[in-house]
């Protein structure tokens, strides 16, 4: 499980930042992704980055609707997280999982 609030505030700037994204990877195609919080911003940016990475890591999404099934694809497979101070977003057999 996780931290409801913040994923939920990860999944609004996943909406407003996807087409803007996908506009400026195909203008700059080598330039990285890189997502930066703190504190509360610390874990939903950690969030957000697994969301940008893998939509279908999204606890909110049934296994089969996402990337997988010809749903949503990742909008940046290789986004970084640099999350200063974040509060605990994840149980541990959540992290793991979007560890692996």
């Given at each position: 499980?996780?931290?409801?609030?913040?994923l939920?505030?990860?999944?609004?700037?996943?909406?407003?930042?996807?087409?803007?994204?996908?506009?400026?990877?195909?203008?700059?195609?080598?330039?990285?992704?890189?997502?930066?919080?703190?504190?509360?911003?610390?874990?939903?940016a950690?969030?957000?980055t697994?969301?940008?990475?893998?939509?279908?890591?999204?606890?909110?999404?049934?296994?089969?609707?996402?990337?997988?099934?010809?749903?949503?694809?990742?909008?940046?497979?290789?986004?970084?997280c640099y999350?200063?101070?974040?509060?605990?977003?994840?149980?541990?057999?959540?992290?793991?999982?979007?560890?692996?």
């Amino acid at each position: 499980s996780v931290h409801a609030g913040m994923l939920i505030s990860a999944r609004n700037v996943l909406a407003s930042v996807t087409q803007p994204l996908r506009r400026l990877q195909a203008r700059w195609p080598s330039y990285p992704v890189v997502v930066i919080g703190h504190s509360l911003g610390g874990g939903t940016a950690a969030l957000l980055t697994a969301l940008l990475r893998d939509p279908d890591c999204d606890p909110g999404l049934v296994r089969g609707e996402g990337a997988d099934a010809g749903g949503p694809k990742a909008v940046a497979p290789g986004a970084i997280c640099y999350a200063f101070s974040p509060p605990a977003i994840t149980d541990l057999a959540t992290a793991r999982a979007l560890a692996a």
